[in-house]
């Protein structure tokens, strides 16, 4: 289902195969939680280049599994031909505090529609993205937030093999649904050895690395990611949750990481953030007011060919829905031009030159 395609010092480029087309790697997903990448139409998005998306397991369960499961699944409810990962939501549970306790069966929250206590267990999890029919699932793991103590590391690492085996168990891959798990074990490298062949054991389609990007250095995620990265079966594709500034992007790519999401360029975009490559501008200040050029010179997306910074300028000061829109346009196409350019470098053995090129300013 993964194949490789060229590698150079270690970082790699290949296509994994799903059941609703193939995805060249390195790639970006934009998130799309709650079945829509804010602001934008499918159409919208499939114009940033992006082919694959990931939506939100427990979100969606919690609001709309049942139309979804009438529509046929996630791709036909929203309206996306293309490929979708779906996350489990457990560390949204957590993040945002559903009033959360974790057990052994999974995590009881309470549902917040009617204050009764619930358990999101692994194997609830794989039903509803059994339901969604998304391309790629995720298990439900446990993610210990980045100041939790040695014990508690300990203890969620073990947890996650606990819940990865009854994942796989519970999985129905009748649509050709991936499976992939999740590597925990903190900053720990001992511990993320021990989690990544814990779970290379049970043997998943992919293996995504967890726990990082939620607050620690960047120093130690790029120190974490250098030791974790070479323990992963390089026959298979490695996702790396949460990353996608475009620097962070290139970091974990020579480390070989293949697949990638997060909520950085659609964020930003909502907060006037624009990524360029001479590094982020906010279009709010007060020196765009009249300057006639695109956001980027040389971009080829709807929102640079047709508008100039002066006019996003005025719609964020405006407080226009429309800049929301027009800036998330150019941020992740942004994102998937700089990805696309990655994918070239390392098919051509170019990527250390296009490292040196591009590090200053992404
Ligand atoms: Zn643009």
Redesign the pocket.
Known sequence: MFKLIAEENGARTGELKTAHGTITTPAFMPVATKATVKTLNTQELKETQTDTIIANAFHLYITALEAIRDAGGLHNFMNWNEKIFTDSGGFQIIRKDFKFKITENGIEYTDPKNGEKQTYTPELCMKIQDDLGSDVAMVLDHCPPHNATPDEVIEATNRTTRWAERSKKAHNPRKEQQLFAIIQGGTNPKLREKSTHELTEIDFDGYAIGGLSIGETKELMQKTLRYTTPLLPSEKPRYLMGVGSTRELLNAITTGIDIFDSTYPTRNARHASITTRDGRINITRQKYKNDQR???ED???Y??QHHTRAYLHHLFKQKELLALRLAT??NI??TQKFIQKIQTAIREGELQRFREDNEKNC
């Open positions: 695109p956001l980027e971009c080829n997306c929102t640079c346009i150019h196409h942004h």
